[in-house]
């Protein structure tokens, strides 16, 4: 009898090179805008990376562990206002913002959290979501940070020498924070607590059989992927420097999670590419109809309907 | 084409109705024109910032990198205006709203390259508390959204209207329906209601307001409540409801004749002071480029051909102040009918003239 | 013939499970489908009742082909099911699991009504108001059976016909099926225990791997138990 | 006076409850007994007033107007159920989610398309507009006429729902379709019909809000959140929790909103009140909602046998 | 008790549902290492009983103690820490994980907080190791690396008593373990559940009376909530209110 493998998931030769391919052109992209004299591709990038990471984030609650969180934009704003709130009493300190934007994303992951988890399925989406309302509409009434109309970032991130002010810089900062989520992401699914979690996806009342607090880890893995939400609300504040109520919107937390079922569900990799596909679509309907919503509209139906296991897990040999 | 000129608007959407107008009413201009500003022939490159803050950075910044425009033009909302002006402004390119005008832009954060055609967020209020005064309302019951927006209006009224309010509310956002904020007016019995609510909220709020009985019995002051966007939603619900504008449909002169004639023409509707604003945008840039000989590469020309532009403004005089928005009239305003019987906003008279904004003392450029 | 299965083939997804499979239930037949587990029983079972579409083979009820037409129209053709695991409809009373699908009982003079299976199952009765959801295993099978009957077929299948119930009312359940048979019903049956059935059954077909490698009376059956054996590992 | 406020926001209280029982109760039954999540629910609604606006702006027959919204709601939900939702029953919660917010994006667009992006027009007759004495306030006529309606349409779902073999039926089909249709019943129709019928509740409720809101491309969004708030309250799948939930959140919402300011007043100065007043009304149901969930995970009525 | 305490034991446990009395003054032993079937007509009350003892009931009234610890309130979770285990029918498997992953959550399970996010699960030495030797024990070693969606039926039923026994629980649950199952397989499950003897405490609910009489060491007779008789396998056989009751010809 041979000795059973260590249950490595091989991914397929080609799905490396696509990987690699594309973290190479990610890469290098900033030089080549430079030489073309076309930054405008930098900041469209820097936009889509960010969102790959919210992505990214919202696929460790959705995709690992099943819950269907329609609120994620809720952290998303929480980042960029603590940015925006940093720099308004005139601290630019970047280890502050990021303090205060996890801190914070922690805290409000854990209050809804405990709250909307102790439910499931319809009403667990519905609760998410109307927390992320609670929060847009809680924003828009504070007049003393703009309101509506959204607070401007005289101060962005700077981490030391690193400031996010510079476009290069946030883009390559950006980049790396999401290579590290992807990596960071890939190690979760096989540890331990990522089979938990993905056991609760499964059957959750099974593994509170086996004797799984689940709702504890859920709320773990919900926190941790808030945080991470936080930080792509962070980056975000520091593209615009602007930080507004619409970001917590929940179109918002429904084009997220559009992003990660299109990318592919549960997979590592998916995700970001569902955000580059989606935002990418966007702007190409735009271009051509005045009626692009209608026609995102019917993308997002057919994307339901039919993309069961999404882009990334579609390809030959289902890599994770 | 000689020139490329970037307009930026909420196109898509229910919000959307707006930057339609001001779209609309700049192409008129532009199309009455030939085609041409200032003697040059004009490429408009249209995007839609839909009224995300961080896409309208994006495509800001798509409009200023790429089509390397040397003018913006249009915004609907205070929320884009704000996550994009200083991006604009700083790559030397010049903005012309035609719409919002938030405080900051008015004051402190005023910028050589920023002209507005419309006005500063709290005038209208300015205007209306005017009249409040001069009706000799003592009761005057306040409500709105909770928003910003409310509370620059309720700043704005205060500054022309010293009595205290009998009750301020500020009503959620979301909130659709007003039933109890009525039954507390009827209850409350002042002398007069002001309010604020935009778009479609205005039109919940004099529906509901019209079928409480209220409209009618106690009198109703509005800013943003009802305009020609929402006047057709409402039609004669809003009869009888007072406002101030800058600018009517019936405001008396010749180019605005001509203007709201080819605009019904053309589009088969009433155009609304969005509308109107932005005509005056493109009717300002011809006259500047005109002037510069459509060589924009000295900005200082530019900025100073912009600010002495002398074109014919459909809302009669037109002079920028030093922190580059209009000085301008504020005209009362009543919903009523129009010479051809349709409900429409028609003036009732002047509240304040040669108005200048708040902010402007606030604002470093003399 | 009431019920003429003919070389049938099913499968779930890309796994095909059954291979031509041939049964036939003349009217008052009672058929059994023996075999291990996961050999095809339910899956057959299934098949018929129009839950599987077939990829090829033909099903005849009455002269009728069904394998195509859907599951709701099967049934209402006669064909009454007590299917694995019971399905009872939990959040129901054990009164409207019944009467919601009680029909055809006007047509036939000996028909069964909801009074009429209380007197079969009189701790259906007792407990008539409370939900099926807080039944217990044997009463929740015992409701899957009186809900198959009220529906007055013409056939009648129980997949694990005494699964889960006592012993007692297991022989209670045999000799109503054997009444049920008297009254000229015809029956398909499946169970673990294989005496009750040879008691009973006119005909066995036994499956293997998605195949009827069997088929034959109970006299036929016992003449060669031995080799049967290793089909049905008794 | 503020006796008198206290009555007139009750009555106010449970006219809002009514009507968002309306929308409630076609959800509920969507989502609890058919599983199926339905975020397009307020585009039906908005439908609903759109086409009673077209209609009473066309033919000036008011009663008619509304009436015929049902059969036309009823017709479009039935459409999309065929022919769409019915592949997803099977799927999980994110797929339904997925393709009815994308009919959420293609129902906003059609009517921008239509009607156009502003609000669009809809009156209503003289006789309804007229207001009644109520404690010397006028209180409109028309908000009794949604009372009525709405009291009409939970009595007839309750016993729809409760009390009849169709009724069992759907019900049984919210935990095991197949074996319904194993039993000799169409389950497809089954659920044409329950789709269909929640569709034409929610094209009623919008009917009956389009003379008093504004109709516009989006206005299902904020009321499809608090009506699932009333869902979560009542019980999802409970059309009895439905009707209680709606009126405690109608309730609680008015009175909350119009006292809640008195109550900050009394011990807090008046401008902090002034500001905490506004934020915590419009915060009010979610916090109700969180203090259920706290207490009842599954709401107030849950379905019993789940 | 001969002065062996017993592994779990219930003292005047009550169970009362809306008309029914589903436990009625139930007083219960399960010595250390016995097996203890329970049986009796349909509706006495056997599952309600084992629900009691996981926790997804709470009693009406009485007493639950597994060793020396006081459980009737305890959450279901704590309870499987302190050494319950509980089979369930075949579709609780976590069906998209592997069979080695499965057994490998129930021994996580058991060894205290999975809050660790870095470290492959399947690679830990110190969850491999115990998970692979029960998986030999059940006789599914070979197929751990399989998704468990593709088991046989028997074979799913192997690996969820793997599941159960990885936590090397002191208290074994079985609520009819056969049910569903054929005459090969029940004879599988009997076999397995003989190599356990003495292993764990086994609480046994069954309607088929060969394996009951197999593997009993105890057996006590529920009827209309209470236990009307406790004895040996032969015991039970011969008495004539069982055989009334319960039995009929299967004995
Ligand atoms: N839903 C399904 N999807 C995929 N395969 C299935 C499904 N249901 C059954 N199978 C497979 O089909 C085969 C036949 O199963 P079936 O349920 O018909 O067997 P059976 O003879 O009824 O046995 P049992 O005693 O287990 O009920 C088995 O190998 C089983 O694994
Ligand atoms: N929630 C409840 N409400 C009312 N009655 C209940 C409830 N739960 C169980 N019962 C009743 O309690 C009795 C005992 O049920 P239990 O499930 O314990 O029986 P059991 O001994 O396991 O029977 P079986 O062998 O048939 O599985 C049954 O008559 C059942 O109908
Ligand atoms: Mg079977
Ligand atoms: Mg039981």
């Known amino acids: ?320 | ?366 | ?234 | ?306 | 008790m001969n002065g062996v305490n017993p592994a779990l034991s219930t003292r005047g446990l009550v169970k009362r549902f809306s008309g029914v009395l589903a436990s009625d003054n139930v007083d219960f032993d399960l010595l250390p290492g016995e097996v203890h079937a329970i049986i009796g007509p349909n509706g006495a009350g056997k599952t309600t009983f084992i629900k009691q003892i996981t926790g997804e009931h709470f009693p009406t009234a009485g007493r639950i103690t597994l060793g020396d610890t006081d459980i009737t309130r305890m959450r279901t979770d704590r309870r499987i820490l302190l050494g319950l285990g509980r089979s369930f029918q075949v579709t609780s498997v976590l069906r998209d994980l592997t069979v080695l992953e499965n057994v490998i959550l129930a021994v996580q399970a058991k060894s205290g907080h999975s809050f660790k996010f870095w470290h492959r699960a399947v690679e830990a030495s110190e969850l491999r190791e115990p998970a692979l030797a029960t998986l030999a024990d059940v006789g599914l070693r070979a197929k751990a690396d399989l998704p468990s969606r593709v088991l046989a039926y028997g074979e799913l039923r192997q690996l969820e008593m793997a599941m159960v026994i990885a936590s090397n629980p002191q208290v074994l649950l079985l609520d009819e373990p056969m049910a569903g199952m054929g005459t090969v397989e029940s004879r599988l499950m009997v076999e397995l559940l003989q190599s356990f003897r003495g292993r764990f405490s086994t609480i046994l609910v069954e309607h088929d009376m060969d394996a009951v009489f197999a593997l009993a060491d105890r057996i006590s007779v529920l009827v209309y909530g209470r236990i009307i008789a406790t004895g040996s396998p032969a015991e039970i056989r011969e008495n004539p209110q069982v055989r009334a009751s319960y039995l009929g010809e299967a004995a």
């Open chain 3, 1 to 234: 013939m009431l019920l003429a299965v003919d070389r049938v083939e099913s499968s779930y997804d890309a796994t095909q499970v059954l291979f031509g499979v041939s049964i036939g239930v003349a009217a008052g037949d009672f058929v059994t489908l023996l075999g291990r587990n996961g050999m095809g029983r339910s899956t057959l079972i299934n098949t018929i009742m129009g839950f599987i579409k077939p990829r090829a083979g033909t099903i005849l009820f009455d002269g009728k082909p069904i394998q195509a037409r859907p599951c709701h129209e099967v049934a209402r053709y006669g064909i009454g099911l007590v299917p694995e695991g019971r399905r009872v409809f939990p959040t129901l009373t054990v009164y409207e699991n019944l009467i919601a699908f009680q029909r055809g009982e006007r047509n036939r003079a000996a028909a069964w009504t909801v009074d009429r299976v209380y007197k079969l199952f009189p701790r259906l009765k007792e407990r008539k108001g409370q939900l099926a959801a807080t039944l217990s295993g044997g009463e929740q099978q015992m409701l899957a059976i009186a809900r198959a009957l009220v529906t007055n077929p013409r056939l009648l299948i129980l997949d694990e016909a005494t699964e889960g119930l006592a012993p007692l009312v297991s022989e209670e359940i045999w000799s109503s099926l054997r009444e049920l048979r008297r009254e000229g019903l015809s029956i398909i049956v499946t169970d673990k225990n294989l005496k009750p059935l040879l008691d009973l059954a006119s005909r066995h077909y036994v499956l293997s791997k998605g195949r009827v490698v069997w088929e034959g009376t109970s006299e036929e059956f016992n003449g060669r138990q031995d080799e049967l054996k290793a089909y049905l590992g008794v």
């Open chain 2, 1 to 366: 084409a000689d020139l490329k000129i970037g307009f930026l608007a909420t196109l898509s959407g229910s919000i959307g109705a707006m930057g339609q107008d001001q779209y609309d009413g700049f192409m008129l201009g532009l199309e009455q024109m030939g085609g041409k500003l200032g003697g040059k022939t004009i490429e408009v490159v249209k995007e839609d910032d839909q009224f995300k803050p961080d896409v309208g950075v994006q495509v800001a910044q798509k409009l200023i990198s790429e089509d390397k425009v040397p003018i913006i033009t249009g915004v609907s909302y205070s929320n884009v205006m704000m996550a994009i002006n200083k991006k604009i402004t700083d790559a030397g390119v010049f903005l012309i709203g035609s719409a919002s005008g938030p405080s900051p832009m008015a004051g402190a954060a005023c910028s050589p390259l920023f002209f507005s055609t419309s006005w500063q967020n709290d005038q209208m209020s300015e205007a209306v508390g005017k009249y409040a005064t001069e009706k000799g309302y003592k009761k005057i019951f306040a409500m709105g959204p909770n928003f910003q927006g409310w509370k620059d209006a309720l700043a704005g009224f205060r500054r022309y209207y010293k009595e205290p309010f009998v009750k301020e509310l500020h009503t959620p956002l979301n909130q659709m329906d007003l039933s109890a904020e009525m039954a507390q007016i009827a209850l409350a019995k002042p002398d007069a209601v002001f309010a604020h609510y935009a778009g479609g909220l205005g039109v919940n709020f004099i529906k509901q307001y019209r079928q409480a009985g209220l409209l009618g019995k106690i009198p109703l002051i509005v800013v943003a409540t009802v305009d020609g966007l929402t006047l057709p939603a409402l039609n004669e619900t809003a009869l009888g409801v007072m406002t101030a504008q800058v600018w009517a449909p019936d405001t008396d002169n010749a180019a605005n004749k001509a203007f709201v004639e080819a605009f019904e023409k053309k589009y088969g509707r009433i155009p609304s002071n969005f509308a109107a604003q932005a005509y005056d945008s493109a009717k300002l840039l011809d006259v500047a480029i005109g002037q510069v000989k459509g060589d924009l590469s000295n900005k200082e020309a530019f900025a100073a051909a912009l600010k002495n532009a002398k074109f014919e403004s459909v809302r009669g005089k037109f002079a920028f102040n030093n922190n580059n928005f209009p000085i301008e009239n504020f005209n009362l305003l009543e919903v009523g009918k129009d010479a051809k019987g349709r409900v429409s906003m028609v003036t009732k008279g002047v509240l304040l003239v040669d108005q200048k904004d708040a902010y402007h003392q606030e604002c470093p450029m003399k």
């Open chain 4, 1 to 306: 006076m503020l006796g008198s406020l206290f009555i007139i926001q009750t009555l106010n209280g449970i006219q809002f409850g009514v009507m968002l029982f309306l929308l409630a109760a076609g959800l509920t039954l969507v989502f609890g007994i058919m599983n199926f999540v339905n975020m397009m629910h307020g585009a039906l609604y908005m439908t609903g007033a759109y086409v009673a606006a077209t209609l009473y702006n066309k033919t000036g027959l008011f009663v008619m107007s509304l009436l015929l919204v049902v059969p036309i709601t009823v017709a479009i939900g039935a459409v999309l159920e065929r022919f769409v939702f019915k592949h997803l029953y099977d799927r999980d919660h994110l797929d339904q989610v997925l393709c009815t917010y994308g009919f959420i994006l293609i129902f906003n667009e059609m009517a921008r398309s239509f009607w156009g992006p502003s609000p669009y027009f809809m009156g209503m007759p003289d006789a309804l507009s007229d207001t009644y004495e109520v404690l010397g306030v006028g209180y409109p006529v028309y908000r009794l006429v949604i009372v009525a309606a709405g009291l009409l349409a939970a009595i007839g779902a309750y016993v729809l729902i409760h009390q009849t073999r169709f009724g069992m039926l759907i019900r049984a089909g919210a935990s095991d379709r197949a074996m319904v249709a194993g039993l000799g019943v169409n389950i497809n129709l089954l659920n044409t019909m329950i789709f269909g019928l929640g569709a034409g509740l929610a094209g009623l409720a919008g009917a009956l809000a389009a003379p008093i809101l504004s109709v516009e491309p989006g206005m299902g969004e904020t009321v499809l959140i608090l009506t699932v708030v009333v869902i979560v309250i009542g019980g999802i799948g409970s059309v009895r929790g439905a009707f209680y939930a709606a009126l405690i959140v109608g309730l609680v919402d008015t009175i909350g909103r119009s006292m809640l300011p008195f109550v900050f007043e009394s011990f807090l100065s008046s401008s902090l009140a002034g500001a905490a007043g506004p934020a915590v009304a419009s915060m009010i149901i979610y916090l109700l909602m969180a203090l259920v969930l706290a207490f009842r995970p599954n709401g107030l009525f849950p379905v019993r046998g789940r």
């Open chain 1, 1 to 320: 009898m041979s000795a059973p493998s260590l249950n490595r998931p091989a991914l397929p030769a080609f799905a490396v090179w696509l990987v690699v391919l594309a973290a190479a052109a990610l890469v290098l992209l900033p030089i080549a805008a430079r030489y073309a004299e076309t930054p405008y591709y930098v900041v469209l990038v820097t936009r889509l990376l960010i969102f790959a990471v919210a992505a990214t984030a919202l696929n460790l609650v959705l995709g690992f562990g099943g819950m269907v969180s329609f609120g994620h934009s809720l952290f998303m704003g929480i980042g960029a206002y603590s940015v925006a709130l940093c720099s308004y009493f005139g601290i630019g300190n970047g280890w502050a913002h990021l303090a205060f934007a996890i801190v914070v994303s922690a805290f409000a992951a854990m209050a809804t959290g405990a709250v909307a988890l102790r439910t499931r399925g319809v009403a667990f989406i519905m609760i998410t979501l109307a927390f992320a309302q609670m929060f847009y509409f809680l924003v828009i009434s504070l007049k003393e940070f703009g309101g509506d109309d959204g607070l401007p970032i005289s101060m962005g991130s700077r981490f030391g020498f690193v400031d996010l002010k510079n476009p290069t810089t946030l883009y390559y900062t950006t980049f790396g924070v999401l290579a590290l989520l992807i990596y960071g992401s890939y190690r979760l699914y096989h540890a331990r607590f990522g089979l938990v979690l993905r056991g609760c996806m499964i059957n959750e009342d099974r593994m509170r059989a086996l004797g799984f607090p689940t709702t504890t880890y859920k709320l773990v893995a919900y926190v941790l992927s808030g945080c991470v939400a936080g930080i792509s609300g962070l980056l975000l504040a520091n593209l615009t420097m602007f930080a507004s109520p619409s970001y917590a919107s929940w179109t918002v937390s429904g084009d997220l999670m559009i992003m990660v079922v299109l990318g592919g569900t549960g997979t590592v990799m998916g995700p970001a590419f569902g955000a580059f596909a989606f935002l990418l679509i966007e702007d190409l309907l735009k271009r051509f109809t005045d009626h692009w919503i209608g026609g995102v509209g019917v993308m997002i139906v057919l994307i339901g309907l039919l993309a069961r296991r999404g882009l990334w897990g579609s390809l030959p040999g289902r890599p994770r």
